[in-house]
């Protein structure tokens, strides 16, 4: 009886406060202008940007650690900068990004830096500080090779982004935990987990194309990004130590206060209950989760981008191969850690139709092939724009980055020359002398 009365109570407030509709219609109306207003104009600054594309060749002989890439990443940071809310919202304009790209063409392995014009003396004058023996060339864009669509009847595609497994301030495993120590104060053993996407890329054959795309935005307190402050509050989490609870935001101030003037008009008093603390004991913690607590610790006291990577394999269809796709997919294994992060592939581009897959004998429902082609386009789009990835950024600290993206060496260089078709193996016993 009480809970019918109270229902229709609930409907009467509800249905008042929806009389005023012409107060929050106006509201909901200048928003939503204001965010297309937003979107048009960063489409207007985006559209007036110039960019460059460099290309990286290492010198022979360097034995450079992925270290030195850190180092530059370091210093490609100092890009970040406050945005005024008039550049912001009168300007369209953005924190500036790059792409950093490993790419494969018919065999040839080649690395690439997409930036703003406006940049491209930074990008080379903190790579020449860490690579002086380095060629650094300003060249077209490889994608003018390629048809403006795909697939089409000539080209096929697959395509994917990578996201987090984990909240981003867990750190997948990188280059330092690739490497041993060797006989000599200063001498490394690397295992370079880059070999292994060298060793697919080293096989494409003509007409064959992989990109990894690693899209970078630098960020910081500068810009209000308190992703640090995330990885202290785990921190703290395992240590036992006790967090001091934000207040509420204002809609959530705004939706009680609406909640209690309900209740006020139905008549129900409000409860409050009084919640008891057990006594906080000594907090024992165990050897992973301290692991995990100086790994968060190390990842934050890093400079951080905001991130994103998109893989693309494309390819004539006399010489597509999905098996490429298979080995690029197991090369992100390495950056693997079981207690920490890793990478998952997200937008693949693959679909489902929406009607009653079951149903059919191919499993697709009805519609797929026409969803996938228009995946297929998105993506290739996407990835000849260098545009930001459509999935949610994370963050990658300097240390990480410079796991994903850096020159072999030359130990590692045995991985990027053309493969030797027939090796040599010791004689077989018992062979006749005369």
Same mark, same amino acid.
């Given at each position: 009886?009480?809970?019918?009365?109270?229902?229709?109570?609930?409907?009467?407030?509800?249905?008042?406060?929806?009389?005023?509709?012409?107060?929050?219609?106006?509201?909901?109306?200048?928003?939503?202008?204001?965010?297309?207003?937003?979107?048009?104009?960063?489409?207007?600054?985006?559209?007036?940007?110039?960019?460059?594309?460099?290309?990286?060749?290492?010198?022979?002989?360097?034995?450079?650690?992925?270290?030195?890439?850190?180092?530059?990443?370091?210093?490609? =940071?100092?890009?970040?900068?406050? #945005?005024?809310?008039?550049?912001?919202?009168?300007?369209?304009?953005?924190?500036?990004?790059?792409?950093?790209?490993?790419?494969?063409?018919?065999?040839?392995?080649?690395?690439?830096?997409?930036?703003?014009?406006?940049?491209?003396? #930074?990008?080379?004058?903190?790579?020449?500080?860490?690579?002086?023996?380095?060629?650094?060339?300003?060249?077209?864009?490889?994608?003018?090779?390629?048809?403006?669509?795909?697939?089409?009847?000539?080209?096929?595609?697959?395509?994917?982004?990578?996201?987090?497994?984990?909240?981003?301030?867990?750190?997948?495993?990188?280059?330092?935990?690739?490497? *041993?120590?060797?006989?000599?104060?200063?001498?490394?053993?690397?295992?370079?987990?880059?070999?292994?996407?060298?060793?697919?890329?080293?096989?494409?054959?003509?007409?064959?194309?992989?990109?990894?795309?690693?899209?970078?935005?630098?960020?910081?307190? *500068?810009?209000?990004?308190?992703?640090?402050?995330?990885?202290?509050?785990?921190?703290?989490?395992?240590?036992?130590?006790?967090?001091?609870?934000?207040?509420?935001?204002?809609?959530?101030?705004?939706?009680?206060?609406?909640?209690?003037?309900?209740?006020?008009?139905?008549?129900?008093?409000?409860?409050?209950?009084?919640?008891?603390?057990?006594?906080?004991?000594?907090?024992?913690?165990?050897?992973?989760?301290?692991?995990?607590?100086?790994?968060?610790?190390?990842?934050?006291?890093? #400079?951080?981008?905001?991130?994103?990577?998109?893989?693309?394999?494309?390819?004539?269809?006399?010489?597509?191969?999905?098996? =490429?796709?298979?080995?690029?997919?197991?090369?992100?294994?390495?950056?693997?850690?079981?207690?920490?992060?890793?990478?998952?592939?997200?937008?693949?581009?693959?679909?489902?139709?929406?009607?009653?897959?079951?149903?059919?004998?191919?499993?697709?429902?009805?519609?797929?092939?026409?969803?996938?082609?228009?995946?297929?386009?998105?993506?290739?789009?996407?990835?000849?724009?260098?545009?930001?990835?459509?999935?949610?950024?994370?963050?990658?600290?300097?240390? *990480?980055?410079?796991?994903?993206?850096?020159?072999?060496?030359?130990?590692?260089?045995?991985?990027?020359?053309?493969?030797?078709?027939?090796?040599?193996?010791?004689?077989?016993?018992?062979?006749?002398?005369?």
């Amino acid at each position: 009886m009480f809970s019918n009365f109270a229902a229709i109570s609930y409907s009467h407030a509800l249905g008042s406060i929806l009389s005023y509709w012409w107060v929050f219609l106006p509201v909901i109306l200048a928003f939503t202008l204001f965010e297309l207003w937003v979107w048009h104009i960063r489409q207007e600054n985006l559209a007036g940007l110039e960019w460059s594309l460099l290309e990286i060749r290492a010198p022979e002989g360097s034995i450079r650690s992925p270290r030195v890439m850190e180092q530059f990443f370091t210093g490609v =940071h100092g890009a970040l900068r406050p #945005l005024t809310w008039r550049e912001k919202f009168f300007k369209g304009v953005m924190t500036a990004w790059f792409t950093f790209e490993i790419v494969g063409i018919g065999g040839d392995i080649r690395f690439f830096i997409r930036t703003p014009a406006g940049l491209k003396n #930074l990008i080379e004058a903190q790579f020449f500080a860490q690579y002086p023996d380095a060629e650094i060339e300003e060249v077209y864009d490889y994608f003018n090779d390629l048809p403006p669509r795909i697939p089409n009847d000539d080209y096929e595609l697959w395509g994917a982004e990578f996201k987090l497994n984990n909240d981003d301030v867990f750190p997948i495993k990188t280059y330092l935990e690739f490497e *041993e120590v060797g006989s000599g104060p200063d001498e490394a053993i690397r295992s370079d987990p880059l070999t292994a996407f060298f060793e697919t890329l080293n096989k494409l054959r003509s007409g064959e194309y992989i990109t990894i795309q690693i899209i970078i935005q630098p960020t910081g307190p *500068e810009v209000e990004d308190e992703w640090r402050k995330e990885g202290e509050a785990i921190i703290n989490k395992i240590a036992g130590k006790e967090e001091k609870a934000p207040g509420p935001s204002v809609g959530a101030k705004l939706a009680s206060g609406i909640d209690k003037t309900i209740d006020r008009i139905v008549g129900i008093e409000p409860q409050v209950f009084e919640e008891k603390k057990p006594d906080a004991g000594p907090t024992k913690v165990s050897a992973i989760d301290k692991e995990t607590a100086d790994a968060i610790a190390r990842s934050i006291s890093k #400079l951080g981008f905001r991130s994103g990577i998109r893989f693309s394999y494309i390819a004539h269809k006399d010489v597509y191969s999905i098996s =490429h796709v298979a080995s690029i997919m197991g090369s992100f294994r390495q950056f693997a850690s079981q207690n920490l992060n890793s990478f998952r592939p997200t937008r693949i581009t693959g679909s489902v139709g929406t009607l009653a897959p079951l149903f059919l004998f191919s499993g697709k429902g009805f519609g797929a092939d026409k969803k996938t082609l228009i995946k297929k386009w998105n993506h290739y789009r996407a990835t000849r724009e260098r545009s930001l990835p459509f999935e949610r950024q994370y963050i990658l600290n300097t240390e *990480e980055l410079a796991t994903l993206y850096h020159l072999p060496s030359a130990s590692d260089r045995g991985a990027i020359l053309p493969s030797i078709g027939i090796r040599k193996g010791p004689s077989p016993g018992r062979l006749p002398t005369k």
